[in-house]
């Protein structure tokens, strides 16, 4: 196997890492104690030599992201920690929380520090309970030791820390969504301009990041922007935790250095595709990102810029890969029933469109397809992605319009059942209850 | 123009269309299109509510933009490049599948709408999409004839979620009674049961509603819009002014709607003036002329009448006559009656809350109107109460009642009839035949409603407005500045020479200094600010907030 | 008339309401309070919340039809969650449901006669890594075939452990003892 650089997932198998003492024994907490006696705009400086970009899914780059926000507005400044991982195929942050929460608790006061905020949220996904739990104590621990509350180390810097819960709304991922939903809202996404950096959460400038985003602060303040631009390449650099699951011998979470090869990465740290079947396709970014078929990732790269090129992208890194055996428009509908079950309902498009395609999809599924489907679901497609209030719309339009590209015949052959009135039996990716949605 | 005040707007000059167009920067790009004559189709977006730009058929292009923009939430800048529907086949085809989307689960029953002929869904898919939709799924079945209210029904499957009623509620009422649940295309409004949509200005979410899915309770099902008239007119139920479209049909007030006026009632009405159209006009009409309380011929009552005697005279005035007729009657009181005691029947009243948005407390339309003719002044309310008191005492000799509502509420107050039977001359214009002051007096002309005339008003903020008949008048009656023309040729005077209301209002825009130069047009369009025509005469208000004109 | 719930529930909302810059951010800890305290969210629910956070009701009833994890009816005292999208499903979540849905014999959302069991499929609770998987009450069980699902479905119905964890409560901390721990690396 090859050696990767160990940024995030050092400590995560020690037993006793989410416990304060023993994150402690490790290290954590050391480097905020010397953050907190540099001036914070240098710690944004540090940050932008890195070079890391947002590990949620739009990699947009943090310390550009932090400068934004600005200073001396006579507003507080807020930091909010997305940890509302609801993407399908991710679960990374899910593994940060459970077992090295101080890290992430120390992350997360070196970018409050850096933006000179006082206040600061860990917004969790409601499924996460033990997570939850984990991370509650984790703060509670850190405020009984004085790291978190009132003159943290000694300095002047006062600094609170609050987990809020979710409770089952996949678009409260998105940013602005999920400060309204912090707001005791729905979670529906706001219009922008304005941004969360001048007018976020309670209309004050705010910060949000994802948890791995953060957990990665202390290793770059501890060793420098260099030297966490030196890992990875160039427009990509760092580590990438990525969540592996599907049609492979070993899903889990790996933490890779960012430019690693996607085939190696299947066939070594996956372990290869179960049962010694042919592999078919990889959903390399989470749900919302294009499909990439098997001849397609011979030669891709996993980090940004090659992901984007290949076509598709890396996104929050939730791979998921697809067997020889899968069909594939079981797999769409399954993810069109997700969009659509998801869609906030605020903008026509998106709540219209997804229930459109979704309804769609299910015809073609149980034989019921017509020819002019697939040409109207591209149609659709087309008129939701660009036209709807927040990205939502047009990124899960990614992954049909690739699918029914790449995998052109599947459908075709449903379709053509159903014309010819000889659906064939099969088995079923997707339950569809009666009149249910 | 002078008199704007010291800030200079910034303005940014851009394209729309091709068009060279200056707007003030901040603005957004609907508003430079609107201001430049070019229209820009919209759902969720208003004025004067929040934008959540959640409709989504207001996109146009932006020149370097990576996709299509919002014109409700995007602002102008200098040198931008827009090309709306009219320019863009990408616009053309995004708007055409906005209104696609918006109809597949929507029920298509036009036929049986009370929005049907004047419903943005049916203008805008005529206008930009007109193609018949390629949906042959199931359509989600939602709520049907769901009261919100009392006066508010709402079909869940017509509703296209713009929100609008939510943010009335929200940022307008901040009563905040209706709310969306579920999420996707199972999204619904509703309110909750202990909290019903139930407050002074509930009925303006119909107006505000695009669609059909909020319907007036009391006026659903009533007729097809297009065989009613509508007239745009003004509300006379107290001194806000707001601007209304009025339908009628066959005599009777089938609908009443906002008018958009941002300098007076935005686009919002209250639930009082909206459903209470129909009390000016009394149910038992005065016709005919009556002496004693038999009908009498015209000449015969009008002699009788003009026995009234100068200094002994008490004129009370209805409030809510048009600003000529006030000028009409002043001139009788100068010519005639001098040394009348004249008073204006100027009540105010507490408000609530959510009423002090838009209602003004008095119910005196056009108050400010017989300010403005110089017949009354000072504390109005004093004085209507110390000549309704005089009367009750029985020492008024001479009456003169103009308009139905110069005395309040009489069937209630018997002293003052007795009041009234006292008085050897006594003479009202007035419209109500079922009342007892009309039973009272000895002479009885018949007079009109303010929904039966056309004429000026001046609303509680110094806005000169123009209201328009919104019902037909009935044979025999006549607008009481003819009556009072009649009634003061008898006396030996002529108050004026003009044949109709229209004629009338021209000749006292003319004949009014401060107003020369303004144009009937120029008042009907959104009203003419009399503070900054007079802003070097007037002087600051008595008690009641009246100004003083000199 | 206003509602009251107990003393505790109360006292945990002040706690909540104390943590935020603003008190109406603690609304959605409110109706998990609420929730924990009613069994469901009805109109009891609705009319604390509203108060005790100065929403209107409409607003409350909002957030419990928008986020999954509320539920306006009773669930059974077990609600069984089963992770239906993708990368469960290709690793066969919908044995999982079949499975469940010929035990209990009921529809999604629907608690059994004796009130013990509900189950409904939900979408992606983020483990992946370990699919398929349910989640029962706060619970997660990984790495799940249908023989596996029914192995502790059994010893639930038999052992009735307190798997109504409370998250507020922090009860959950180390697991649940002999039960499959989360092993997601």
Redesign the interface.
Known sequence: MTAHHSIL?KN??QPDQHTLAGAESRGAYSTIKKALQIDPLKVIEEVKTSGIRGRGGAGFPTGMKWSFVPRNSGK?V?LINNAD???????K???LL?NDPHLIIEGMLIAAWALQSN?SCIYI??????P???A??AIEEAYAKGYLGKNIFGSNFNH?M?I???????ICGEESALME???????QPRMKPPFPAVSG??QCPTVINNVETLANMPFIIENGGKAFLSIGVEKSSGTKLV?????INK???YEIDMGYPMKRFIEEECGGIWQGRKLKAV?PGG?SVNIMTAPEIEKVNMDYESLRLAGSSLGCA?F?V?DET?DMV??VL??A??YA??S?GQCTPCREGGHWIEKIFTRISRGQGLPGDIPLIENVCAQIGGHTICAFGDTMILPYLSIIKKFPEEFKERIGEAIRGQVKPR?????V?DG?H | MSGTNGTQTELVTLTIDGKVVRAAKGSTIIQAATAAGIEVPFYCYHPHLSIPANCRICQVKVKNAPKLMVACHTQVAEGMEVNTHHTSPEVQAAQAATLEFILINHPLDCTVCDQAGHCKLQDYHFEYNAKPSRFIENKVHKVKAEPLGPTVMLDGERCIMCTRCIRFCDEITE?????????GDRSVI???P??PLDNALSGTVVDLCPVGALTHAKWRFNTRIWFTKQTDSICPGCSTGCNVKVAERDGEIVQVKARLNDKVNKEWLCDEGRYGFMRFLPKHRIVTPHIGGKAAELNAALLEASKLKGQAALVLVSPDLTLEEFSVLKNLVDKTLKGAQVALAYRERPLSKVEKILVSPDYAANFRGAEFAGLVSGNLEESYAAALQKLRSGAVQQLLLVGERSIPLPDQDPALIEGIKKAAVSVGILTDAGSAVAGALKVVLPGRSILEKSGLLVNRNLRLQYTDRVVPFPDGSEPEWRMLGRLAEKMGAKLTSAEDERALTLSYLSATKQLSGVTIRQIKADGVCLKSLNAATSTAGSQTGAAQWS | MSIKLSDKAEARLKEKIA????P??????A??IAQEELGRLD?RA??WTAER?N?????V???I??????HKEQLGKYHVQIC????C???GS?KL??CVRKRFGT??GQPSADGMWSYE???????????PMC?IN???FENLTPQKLTEILDRIEKEKPDLK?S?ID?R??E?LKGYPK?Q??
């Open positions: 997932l995560i198998r507080p807020y991982e609801s993407e399908p195929g991710t679960f942050d899910r593994l459970e206040w996904r409601g499924e996460y309970g033990y939850f739990s984990r509650k104590k609170d609050v809020h819960r979710g409770a089952g709304a996949y939903s912090l707001e005791g809202k729905k979670g959460l309670y969540s592996a699951s599907g049609h899903p889990g979470v959903i749900s939730g998921m697809l899968t079981e797999a399954n993810l029933h997700f079950h998801e906030c088995e079923y990716l997707n339950v209850y249910a | 009563t905040s009674e209706i709310g969306m649940l579920n999420r509703t309110v909750n202990k909290k | 943590l935020y810059p603003d109406k951010s603690a609304a959605m800890w109706l998990y109109d609705v009319e956070l929403l209107s009701p409409v607003n009833q909002e957030l039809t928008f986020y999954t994890m509320y239906r999208t993708l990368s499903a290709v690793r919908t449901t079949e529809k999604p499929e939900v979408e992606c609770l983020g483990s992946c890594g370990t699919a989640q706060d619970h997660f964890l998250t922090d959950m901390g697991g989360s997601i690396i």
